[in-house]
């Protein structure tokens, strides 16, 4: 990308501020809110909830006639959940998820999820964003309309009929990416007698007391909520798809919960069997098998299609080469840490539409997403791994902050990432009360007090 000579405060708006659509009042949109708003722009924020926080406001044990399914229940919150990275590294850049910050009632290092919506619902209040969104009103529809710009459809709560129209100058999708279940393929499992479901619709263990229940999955959630049912389960079996085919083992620490290899299929008695021939007779099968992306406003003339996971194509994960900047999305890289990305993309974006950052040409975009795909083929990882940022959010953050003449992510935050993953690893059930990293939490508490 170039651009324009880097100077110490950002030189003033290009174009003449735009009206913007932004979709979703979560994190990003909150972000991208901010941002475009910074920037001199016009955005008008649509929310589908009565409030803003979007995965962070918990849904009660209600749940869904389809467990498997996205469900109306709006968040994928389990009522233990606490969170899996150290707040002093999860909050915006210049809007520190302190607990010495004020209307903090949880000051652990991973508060519970209360915790997250209030610090989301504080920066809200902070910057005047809730004026901007548009409660309960869900977008059914972007069109491209002439001249670039985009017709949005939008309906509120309860009205009937097709809903309202109104022209946009761009879009901003911050529409999340984890309410749309991923269920994992089993063989046989159409036949199978038991329950299943995913844990987008987990809430609680009490209703697996004395169940046996299986879990598949190796990621964050799976960890979480195995412990959580083994709590109140009989057994509790892990079927992990990386694990060695043989295994089997007791987890250190419990008497209740196994890990093993991944389900070879379901049959007509109950059983579930494994990879190595062992078979269980299940109740549940709770998949913990992640999400997929999905823009059900979006028609053909986004230009991007989602296949095995990949949203294609887009420039930095960002802009659709053949409709950016007038089309963007925000936040969809993931195993990051989430709220500085959003930031930092909703910076570049801001920057972008006003004229001030220009983007490369449509085929030189195009270009640097075939390197791109190149790169991930050449590392052998497989196209649902596109946006896992694994290996590069740093680097990532810090060419967004480039482009935006924003100072890099702080050395401390790098660290505390890295070394949380590590603490994670060698401690699992306790990584979230127990940590060698004060040094990092100083620093970050010292640099903090500039914002607080
Ligand atoms: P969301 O929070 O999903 O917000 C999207 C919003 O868009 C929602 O409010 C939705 O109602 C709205 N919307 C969608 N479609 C429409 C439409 N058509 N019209 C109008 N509105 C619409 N991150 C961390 O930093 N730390 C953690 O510890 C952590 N733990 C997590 C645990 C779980 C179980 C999950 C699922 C995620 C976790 N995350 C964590 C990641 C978390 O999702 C991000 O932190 C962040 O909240 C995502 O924000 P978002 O705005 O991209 O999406």
Redesign the pocket.
């Known amino acids: 990308t170039r651009l324009r000579p880097h100077s110490p405060s950002p030189p003033p708006m290009q174009s003449a501020p735009l009206r913007l659509a932004v979709?979703?009042?979560?994190?990003?949109?909150l972000a991208a809110a901010r941002e475009l708003r910074r920037e001199g722009h016009a955005p008008v924020v649509?929310?589908?909830?009565a409030a803003v926080?979007?995965?962070?406001l918990y849904a009660p044990p209600a749940t869904s006639s389809d467990p498997l399914g996205a469900a109306a229940t709006?968040s994928?919150?389990y009522a233990s959940?606490r969170?899996?990275?150290p707040r002093e590294s999860?909050g915006f850049l210049d809007f520190p998820f302190s607990a010495a910050a004020p209307g903090s009632a949880d000051p652990r290092r991973f508060p519970g999820h209360e915790e997250v919506l209030r610090y989301l619902e504080a920066f809200a209040r902070r910057f005047d964003l809730l004026r901007l969104v548009r409660f309960e009103?869900?977008?059914l529809r972007v069109r491209r309309e002439g001249r670039g710009k985009w017709e949005v459809t939008s309906r509120k709560l309860g009205d009937k009929g097709s809903g309202q129209e109104e022209v946009y100058d761009a879009v901003v999708v911050?529409?999340?990416?984890?309410?749309e279940p991923r269920i994992a393929v089993i063989p046989g499992v159409d036949a199978w007698p038991g329950k299943q479901m995913h844990s987008h619709n987990y809430r609680v263990p009490e209703p697996f007391l004395d169940q046996v229940v299986i879990i598949i999955g190796a990621a964050?959630?799976a960890d979480d909520i195995s412990r959580d049912i083994a709590s109140t389960a009989k057994e509790v079996h892990i079927a992990d798809r990386s694990a060695p085919v043989c295994t089997c083992v007791k987890q250190p620490g419990y008497d209740n919960l196994w890990l093993h290899s991944m389900i070879d299929r379901a049959e007509e008695d109950g059983s579930v069997v494994f990879q190595d021939g062992s078979s269980i007779k299940a109740d549940v099968i709770m998949h913990c098998t992640g999400y997929l992306y999905d823009f059900p406003?979006l028609g053909d003339d986004s230009t991007i299609t989602v296949d095995d996971n990949c949203v294609d194509p887009l420039y930095k994960h960002v802009f659709p080469p053949e409709v950016a900047p007038q089309l963007s999305f925000i936040?969809l890289p993931w195993k990051v840490?989430?709220?500085p990305l959003?930031e930092l993309q909703s910076k570049w974006v801001a920057g972008v539409l006003s004229g001030r950052i220009v983007l490369p040409s449509k085929e030189e975009m195009m270009e640097d997403v075939k390197a791109f795909y190149s790169k991930l083929e050449a590392r052998g990882w497989p196209k649902r791994y596109t946006h896992n940022f694994s290996n590069y959010q740093f680097e990532y953050d810090d060419w967004l902050a480039e482009q935006c003449s924003h100072p890099p992510i702080e050395e401390w935050r790098k660290q505390m990432y890295a070394i949380n993953g590590i603490n994670k690893a060698i401690r699992p059930e306790s990584y979230r009360d127990e940590w060698d990293d004060d040094h990092l939490v100083a620093e970050a508490n010292e640099d903090f007090k500039k914002y607080l």
């Open positions: 979709i979703g009042a979560g994190a990003a949109g649509f929310e589908r909830a926080g979007g995965t962070w709006h994928s919150l959940l969170t899996n990275l999860m009103t869900e977008v911050c529409n999340g990416h984890y309410t964050a959630s406003f936040g840490i989430p709220f959003f």
